[in-house]
């Protein structure tokens, strides 16, 4: 125990938790406070709710969350950790806290007598909650982040599954104990998402380091077509209702797409080396990254999916894993930010924006990485989500940087041939001049 103590930032840890509970219940208790001022608080609940049984035994794994909570700041084995775990949990609280301000909502019918056991924690979580406090549900959006956290603790498949089932009978229990409606559970794990995200907990910059306002007007523009598109689907989640809600998804996922396009750039989707998204990431943009897909295949679904460059390298569409067999297992190369590799060895990634020009180094990055592809004596696919920019782009750079191509003239005319489809304007001529302007291998 002594050594668990001194390997770990114990002290941090409480120093977190001293300021953590007194936020939590501050805030929480004033939005309560807040709705109960008000004359008329909504209340936005389902008509089948109603058939939801009431399981006051369920209210042992509610509670338990706080459990959690307290203790996971001390299984943090370094200060960065355990510091981007604590912003998440005071962002998740911050952000809710706002919703509840901003729309007050009431729990639509009231809980039955409770005797026993349960009675206990049901008084207790009475004095100080109120049936406000109610979309995102703040329960949720913890049990999201702290799911996270402690899964990374955990290596036995058993202890895996205990954990998963744990964090489901806490989510679970919000309905059966009354305490929610159906639709503070989503959007109370979009809230969870979004702080796993804003905060990941490996050495790499934050989405709130990495806000770099951006000055290319094409970038402006994307960002206010995602931006519109997602208030028209705001627009009609609301305006349907129901199962219209669930159009609220993909509004916030087009959100955060316009963010990245306005601010964050290719690193807001959280795209790995290896051409992999983390999961919260994977779970944000699922309805953006889904279009993309189907756009994807309706655009090459008549073309190969590589086509030869020059002998070793091959340019194309991100494949699936059994284009990428049959094309003999070559090492892949992404210039994909929105759309994942298949999980294959040696894979590699450098992330660029959809119709975006890179800035030269960018392009420069791309084609070293092909290049080191290569001298480990492996066939290269190159590929992104169509095949026509941003790969072809890589591609050129490195015929000139690294190949045999004389000019860039040259480089581009070679890969043209190979696959006429490709789509380079000024804007991606001018870039490649730049990067390929001063350096060459011999």
């Keep these: 125990m002594r050594r668990w103590f001194a390997e770990r930032p114990w002290r941090r840890a409480i120093a977190w938790l001293v300021l953590l509970g007194p936020l939590f219940y501050a805030t929480y208790g004033f939005a309560n406070g807040w709705a ?11 008509g089948w ?4 049984p009431f399981w006051p ?4 794994p509610y509670w338990t969350i706080n459990v959690f909570y307290a203790l996971s700041l001390f299984f943090a084995r370094d200060r960065h950790t355990m510091d981007r ?8 609280t911050v952000i809710a806290v706002s919703c509840f301000v901003a729309w007050p909502l009431r729990f639509g019918f009231g809980q039955p007598a409770v005797s026993g056991a349960p009675a206990f924690l049901f008084d207790a979580l009475r004095g100080f909650d109120q049936p406000f406090n109610q979309a995102p549900s703040l329960h949720i959006a913890l049990a999201v982040i702290l799911w996270d956290w402690y899964r990374r603790f955990i290596r036995p498949r058993w202890a895996r599954g205990v954990l998963h089932g744990w964090a489901f009978a806490i989510c679970a229990s919000v309905l059966t104990t009354w305490q929610h409606h159906f639709i503070d559970i989503p959007t109370g794990a979009l809230l969870g998402l979004v702080c796993v995200w804003l905060w990941p907990l490996e050495r790499v910059a934050s989405i709130r380091q990495g806000w770099r306002v951006t000055r290319d007007p094409q970038r402006w523009k994307l ?8 208030l028209i689907l705001l ?10 809600l669930w159009l609220s998804w993909p509004a916030a996922s087009l959100a955060l797409v316009a963010l990245n396009y306005a601010a964050l750039g290719a690193r807001g989707f959280q795209m790995d080396g290896h051409g992999r998204m983390r999961w919260a990431a994977r779970w944000l943009f699922a309805p953006y990254r889904l279009g993309a897909a189907v756009n994807a295949w309706a655009w090459t679904r008549r073309l190969p999916a590589s086509v030869e460059v020059a002998p070793g390298l091959r340019l194309g569409r991100i494949p699936s894993r059994d284009e990428w067999a049959a094309a003999g297992q070559p090492r892949l190369v992404s210039l994909c930010a929105e759309l ?11 992330p660029m924006l959809d119709l975006v020009v890179p800035p030269p180094h960018r392009l420069q990055r791309a084609a070293h990485v092909i290049d080191a592809q290569r001298r480990a004596g492996h066939t290269v696919w190159v590929c992104c989500a169509l095949g026509f920019s941003r ?20 480089a581009e005319a070679q890969v043209r041939r190979a696959r006429p489809q490709i789509v380079l304007r000024r804007a991606w001529q001018n870039a490649l001049d730049h990067a390929t302007r001063h350096t060459r291998t011999p």
């Excluded at 960002?223 to 997602?230: F, I, P, Q, R």
């Design 36 to 46: 109960a001022s008000r004359a008329v608080v909504p209340t936005l609940a389902f």
């Design 49 to 52: 709710e109603r058939g939801i």
């Design 57 to 60: 035994w369920t209210i042992f």
């Design 85 to 92: 775990h604590a912003l998440r949990l005071v962002s998740a």
């Design 223 to 230: 960002a206010g077509l995602y931006g519109v598109g997602a």
């Design 235 to 244: 627009g009609a989640a609301l305006a349907i209702g129901g199962l219209g």
């Design 340 to 350: 994942q590799l298949p999980a294959v060895d040696g894979a590699r990634c450098v």
């Design 391 to 410: 790969s072809a782009a890589a591609t050129i750079a490195w015929l000139r940087l690294h190949g045999t191509s004389a000019s860039l003239g040259d």
